[in-house]
């Protein structure tokens, strides 16, 4: 079945370390997006990739980074400058043929211990 | 600028009950709107879609919504709530080449047996 991945579910992480969030589609679409949710904030764009080795940050992108080697391949690394970045992380992907829908994977949790 | 409102937070109805959950969006160009679902500790699962044509658009598990250009509205709409129904709603507005989606902050819903 094809669909999007994100490991691992639950993340704990000590203040000051780097950690990456993996997200994989078997999908075949082009565009990737990050997203942060936070309680009654919805969803905040981190960063996006319309193709690869090219990629775009979005609204709150301070504090994370991301690469696009491989069109599948998504990852997201949440850095020791991120002051607050115990959220929940939402990865998505997009056809090109389906106008604007996006696909979502389950999500990461992170927590800062 | 674009933006999208879900006025209620959080809304309680019985099992069995119509269900009406309010969306307001403010776009320059002719949107594309969506309404996704999530369950707790989940990724989002999308409902519906509006791009062009027929107004009143239908969903799976039962659910509709109606555009209304004039009020800038997209709301959704069941004629009756099951428990499993309830859920995270989150309406989204997007359109233009990049394909990104501003989302609403969410309304919660409860179903009382």
């Known amino acids: 079945d094809g669909g999007i991945t994100q490991s691992p579910k639950y993340l704990f992480r000590k203040e000051g370390q780097n950690v990456t969030l993996s997200c994989e589609q078997n999908l075949n679409h082009d565009a990737m997006y990050w997203y942060r949710q936070d309680p009654g904030q919805g969803l905040r764009l981190i960063y996006y990739?319309?193709?690869?080795?090219?990629?775009q940050k979005g609204d709150i992108a301070e504090g994370y980074s991301v690469s696009r080697e491989k069109k599948e391949s998504f990852p997201l690394t949440v850095t020791s400058a991120q002051k607050n970045p115990t959220a929940f992380y939402l990865c998505?992907?997009?056809?090109?043929?389906?106008?604007?829908?996006?696909?979502f994977g389950p999500g990461t949790r992170l927590t800062v211990l | 600028a674009q933006s999208v409102t879900q006025p209620d937070i959080h809304i309680t109805v019985s099992e069995g009950a119509s269900l009406e959950l309010r969306c307001n969006y403010s776009y320059g160009a002719t949107p594309y709107l969506f309404w996704y679902v999530q369950s707790p500790g989940q990724g989002l699962q999308l409902l519906l879609k509006y791009f062009s044509g027929d107004t009143l658009v239908q969903g799976i598990k039962g659910f509709e919504a109606e555009f209304k250009r004039s009020q800038s509205s997209f709301n959704l709409r069941k004629p009756s709530v099951h428990w499993s129904d309830a859920a995270e709603y989150f309406c989204a507005v997007g359109g233009g080449s990049q394909g990104n989606l501003i989302f609403g902050k969410g309304t919660k819903l409860s179903v009382k047996p």
């Open positions: 990739s319309q193709i690869v080795n090219d990629f």
């Open positions: 998505a992907s997009r056809s090109r043929d389906r106008d604007n829908e996006q696909f």
